[in-house]
């Protein structure tokens, strides 16, 4: 299985963009041609008043641009294209296609573009902008595992473990928290709460696998399991989570390392 790595979606756009738009073109009419011409892509950066290599940003807007006139006008049909765009990427994530991702990645993008009138300045703009409407449209039933590029909240039991886990964000920015279930049992923070930005997709897993990647990760990185401390306790840590059964998701109030050593909470 591949190294974890949780870094920011950054893909080199000289090794896999051209594989990118290839991928678009086959996946749109015959007629539309997402790779355009050398001219098209130098032409951006100095359309902006910059004198430097075309970045990915440059260059899916330029995707971007192509795709437009294809996109459908209503909102059904344009969350049906992101639909299959996260689909896309969940399926390139398992089998390790970087040059799929960013292709699916970019299709998610061009309708967040459409759906904003044209244009990407404040689709994140609070939870009534175009982007967090849209994710939480498409998100997965509470409790089930999303995709990955989908937005979700799931359950994970693992080295001790148990945490609610939600993803959001689109294919290309994903953003994961951890919250502890219960005031009792170890936990990978002890306030309960553990968040990671602009995660990359581990290749060759689904969400829930990655989750417990991340969590062993966290723990080696940590050197260990924490307990909640006595300050945060006090709180009812399934109430936002009303799809969660309290005795399943209930944690010990001890755990035992496979040393045999126990931990307790106090």
């Known amino acids: 299985m591949t190294a974890v790595s949780i870094e920011t979606i950054q893909p080199?756009?000289?090794?896999?963009?051209?594989?990118?738009?290839a991928?678009?073109?086959?996946?749109?009419?015959d007629d539309t041609d997402f790779t355009g011409d050398d001219d098209d892509i130098d032409d951006v950066p100095a359309q902006r008043g910059r004198s430097r290599e075309p970045s990915y940003i440059d260059l899916r807007d330029a995707a971007v641009l192509r795709m437009a006139p294809d996109l459908p006008a209503d909102q059904a049909g344009l969350d049906t294209v992101a639909r299959e765009a996260f689909e896309a990427f969940h399926a390139a994530v398992v089998i390790g296609d970087e040059a799929a991702m960013m292709a699916a990645s970019i299709r998610y993008d061009a309708v967040v573009w459409k759906l904003n009138g044209g244009a990407f300045f404040a689709c994140e703009a609070g939870n009534e902008a175009v982007s967090p409407r849209l994710r939480a449209r498409l998100a997965a039933a509470p409790g089930a595992v999303p995709l990955w590029g989908q937005s979700g909240e799931f359950l994970v039991d693992h080295a001790g473990i148990r945490a609610i886990v939600?993803?959001?964000?689109?294919?290309?920015?994903?953003?994961?928290e951890f919250r502890?279930?219960?005031?009792?049992?170890?936990?990978?923070?002890?306030?309960?709460?553990?968040?990671?930005c602009g995660c990359r997709p581990i290749y060759e897993t689904t969400m829930d696998e990655a989750a417990k990647i991340w969590i062993s990760q966290i723990?080696?990185?940590?050197?260990?399991?924490?307990?909640?401390?006595?300050?945060?306790?006090?709180?009812?840590?399934l109430a936002a989570f009303p799809w969660a059964e309290a005795g399943e998701a209930a944690s010990p109030a001890q755990y035992q390392e496979p040393t045999g050593q126990f931990a307790f909470s106090f």
Do not use: H, W
Not at 219 to 237: A, C, H, N, S, V
């Open 219 to 237: 723990l080696t990185e940590k050197k260990g399991r924490e307990f909640i401390g006595p300050q945060y306790r006090d709180r009812d840590f």
């Open 23 to 29: 991928a678009l073109d086959e996946d749109f009419d």
């Open 180 to 196: 502890a279930v219960s005031a009792t049992g170890p936990f990978i923070s002890n306030t309960g709460y553990r968040s990671l």
């Open 166 to 176: 939600i993803a959001r964000g689109g294919p290309s920015s994903l953003q994961v």
């Open 12 to 21: 080199d756009p000289a090794v896999i963009f051209d594989d990118a738009t």
